[in-house]
């Protein structure tokens, strides 16, 4: 089994020869996780398989390629830009939270806030010496309290994929899922760079709107101080076209290639973590109310 151990994002070259890896595109192949699973590795995200209220995933995501158009993702970001939802503290979210259960999820039918702890807890036992990481596993998902607050699940769960340009055949359903998008038949966005330039970086790029993007928006709007690979795993953690299948080079710069393993390491928690091994909630969150005050204290404004 391979470990990646906790790096600075400039040792990419170091990063590559940890692993081992002769092609630098293995990086894209899914890393096997470091704890005891609930089934078969291969039988996480199957999408060909889904049966009974199981069909609420594929229902979820042909809502969401029909609607998720460039123009839309755009004005979701201004909409949430100024912080409209109110002002409500780490904790008091994760209450919310706890009433949604994802539609877009495969492989659980928990309440979100269940997997968050999950996450959190499989990395405190893999990082104990990273606490930042940990919080991170908890918060990743906050973001979906969007759905409370008057939006559509297919604009707030699920992977995300960059609007703007050519869509890639990599993401959840492929590319039939898309044919009621107008943004198919707008020339400006169906190119390979669409309307950005080759290596423009990720963060010059609109993803379709969701959770991550706005968890990270309320996280830089309220200056927390998680590290920039925290913010990034946050940021990107359903960009599954990018960190599984290799996606989106193009449009990278060397930054978000450096970021990669980070966002690819943190993806093999959130995946693999989904089980019936459910922490001791009570026990375990004085431990995450001190990181939270550590890192974004208070009240914050969403």
Avoid at 4 to 19: K, N, R
Avoid at 208 to 216: I, N, T
Wanted: charged residues 25%; proline residues 8%; contains cysteine.
């Amino acid at each position: 089994m391979i470990i990646l151990p906790i790096q600075p994002t400039y040792l990419l070259d170091s990063f590559l020869t940890t692993m081992g890896l002769e092609d630098p595109s293995e990086i894209y192949r899914p890393k096997p996780p470091q704890f005891q699973l609930d089934k078969a590795m291969e039988n996480f995200r199957d999408y060909d398989n889904l049966e009974g209220d199981m069909t609420r995933v594929r229902d979820t995501y042909y809502e969401m390629h029909k609607n998720q158009t460039y123009q839309f993702a755009c004005s979701q970001r201004e909409k949430y830009g100024p912080g409209i939802v109110g002002e409500f503290t780490i904790m008091e979210m994760m209450e919310v939270v706890a009433k949604i259960v994802d539609e877009s999820d495969p492989d659980t039918s928990l309440p979100n806030d269940i997997h968050m702890y999950q996450t959190a807890e499989r990395i405190r036992e893999a990082y104990p010496d990273h606490p930042w990481f940990s919080l991170v596993g908890l918060i990743h998902d906050l973001g979906k309290v969007l759905a409370l607050h008057g939006e559509p699940q297919w604009a707030v769960v699920g992977d995300i994929f960059v609007t703007g340009c050519q869509l890639e055949p990599s993401v959840v359903f492929g590319l039939p899922s898309f044919k009621d998008n107008p943004d198919v038949s707008d020339p400006r966005y169906t190119t390979k760079y669409g309307v950005y330039s080759p290596n423009c970086g990720l963060e010059n790029v609109v993803t379709s709107w969701g959770h991550d993007e706005y968890m990270y928006r309320v996280l830089t709007r309220n200056k927390s101080t998680i590290p920039p690979e925290g913010l990034y795993m946050i940021r990107y953690h359903s960009l599954y076209p990018w960190h599984h299948h290799g996606d989106y080079d193009h449009l990278c710069n060397d930054t978000d290639r450096a970021m990669l393993p980070w966002v690819q390491r943190f993806s093999s928690f959130d995946l693999y973590s989904k089980g019936e091994n459910i922490p001791d909630v009570e026990a375990v969150k004085p431990f995450y109310e001190d990181l939270i005050e550590k890192y974004c204290p208070g009240k914050l404004l969403w």
